[in-house]
């Protein structure tokens, strides 16, 4: 009867510890500098179940981001990382990216990792939309750009892919700039897209102003 009971007392201890990875946090908030243009970000791991864990899939929810695993098994008691690689780059203001890890554990479960960013903005650019009707006046219209740090970043060349459209950029006072854009004709609906190079401490970063005849 004893010999029962402590068979017993083992497969309930058994049955409470299967394999599971404990994580150390699954949830991390972080402010990125101004023009930093990627982050790297660790989330740790312990096998805290009396069996092996196999890691078979890390899908991050952005093309963005990269996520790789330190490693593919874990035996029971183990430790490891998922390493998780952010690029900034286009991107401001608050950022919200996951990764879903499924693993091979008796429960069946996933873990959802989240990485939220704070980026701080580049440029106050006002407004980043311009639109005219079809058959208006193909008045020429304006956006301000005001750089956040006119220390660090300067506004460099502002292409626009579309001849269809004319644009001009005028400095201001230091870190004030206004870029007129002008549709040639609003006879017929058009659309462009125009990159601002903002150069941040010597680098590159683009930003976005959106024009169209609808």
Known sequence: MKVLAVI?????????????????TTSQQLTATPGQQAMTVVFSFRNAGTQPVRILAVDPSCGCMSAVPDKADCPPGATGEIRIDLRLTGYSGRVRR???????????????????VDIPDLAAITPRFLFWRVGDQPSEKVV?????????????????????????????????????????????????????????????????????VK
């Open 8 to 24: 017993l007392i083992f497969l309930a201890g058994g049955a409470a510890c299967p394999a599971a990875l404990e994580w150390t």
């Open 98 to 116: 996951s990764v879903a890890v499924t693993t091979d554990a008796a429960d069946g479960k996933f873990a959802e990792l989240t990485l939220t």
């Open 144 to 212: 301000d750009v005001v750089v956040t740090d006119p220390k660090t970043t300067t506004l460099g060349m502002v292409e626009c892919p579309n001849p269809r459209f004319q644009t001009r950029l005028t400095p201001g006072q230091p870190g004030t700039y206004r870029l007129s854009i002008k549709p040639v004709d609003t006879r017929l609906p058009d659309e462009v897209s125009l990159e601002f190079e903002m150069i941040v401490d010597g680098r590159p970063q683009p930003s976005y102003v959106y024009a169209a």
